[in-house]
């Protein structure tokens, strides 16, 4: 079966700190892979995905970044974090559509 | 571009009653998929239950139904008999079908139960 796995789970970074989250899938090849961020009681934000290695899409220009180094593997990153990166950052994979997500990361940003 | 709606932010129910969260979507695709996720206090996303557009028999998952209406445009979720567990933010999501990559997600409704 298919698993997916994000990390870490919580984080507390100043601002202008670097930032690395990773996200990896198990059991399956070739997925679509997803970067979602919702702030504290608001809705999803999509902020990239790829639907190959190498291939990102962004939706929103901010200062965040993703790559895929693998077919699996999907992070995201900052060089310097701003307050308003603050949030829940969820991964996730879809073949047909459907997503499934991880266990999500909480940054706050300090 | 399309566009769910969840008009109710805040919903409650009585323990062990049935609650029905709205969604109204927009589209001028006739092939498409509709799903409900649950989102509970931990934070991960659920899938609750998924719904294909060319299926005119209404999705069930075991205490969860939805009522699909393809012409209204309407696909809202029944829960029955609810129970504490049921407490989360579920979010209704669009998907367009083959060739798209995206889900249109609703803004989300919260649902609590009550004791």
């Known amino acids: 079966s298919q698993t997916i796995h994000q990390w870490p789970a919580t984080l507390v970074q100043p601002v202008g700190s670097p930032l690395s989250l990773e996200c990896t899938v198990e059991g399956t090849s070739n997925p679509n892979l997803y970067w979602y961020r919702q702030a504290a009681g608001r809705g999803l934000q999509l902020l990239f995905y790829?639907?190959?290695?190498?291939?990102i899409s962004s939706e929103v220009p901010q200062n965040l970044s993703a790559s895929r180094p693998q077919d699996r593997q999907f992070i995201l990153s900052s060089k310097k974090l701003l307050l308003s990166d603050s949030g829940f950052y969820l991964c996730a994979w879809s073949w047909t559509g459907e997503l499934f997500f991880g266990e999500g990361s909480r940054l706050t940003v300090l | 571009a399309q566009t769910v709606t969840q008009s109710q932010p805040e919903m409650s129910v009585q323990e062990a009653e049935t609650v029905t969260l709205s969604c109204t979507y927009d589209?001028?695709?006739?092939?498409?998929?509709l799903f409900w996720y649950k989102q509970p206090p931990s934070r991960q996303m659920i899938l609750v239950i998924r719904q294909e557009a060319y299926k005119q028999q209404n999705a069930t998952e075991n205490r969860f139904s939805v009522n699909f209406q393809k012409a209204a445009k309407s696909f809202s979720l029944k829960i029955s008999d609810s129970q504490l567990g049921d407490a989360a933010m579920y979010f209704c999501?669009?998907?367009?079908?083959?060739?798209?990559?995206?889900?249109?997600f609703g803004k989300g409704t919260k649902l609590s139960v009550i004791p």
């Open positions: 790829s639907v190959g290695i190498g291939q």
């Open positions: 589209t001028s695709e006739s092939d498409y998929y």
């Open positions: 999501a669009y998907f367009p079908g083959a060739g798209s990559y995206q889900l249109t």
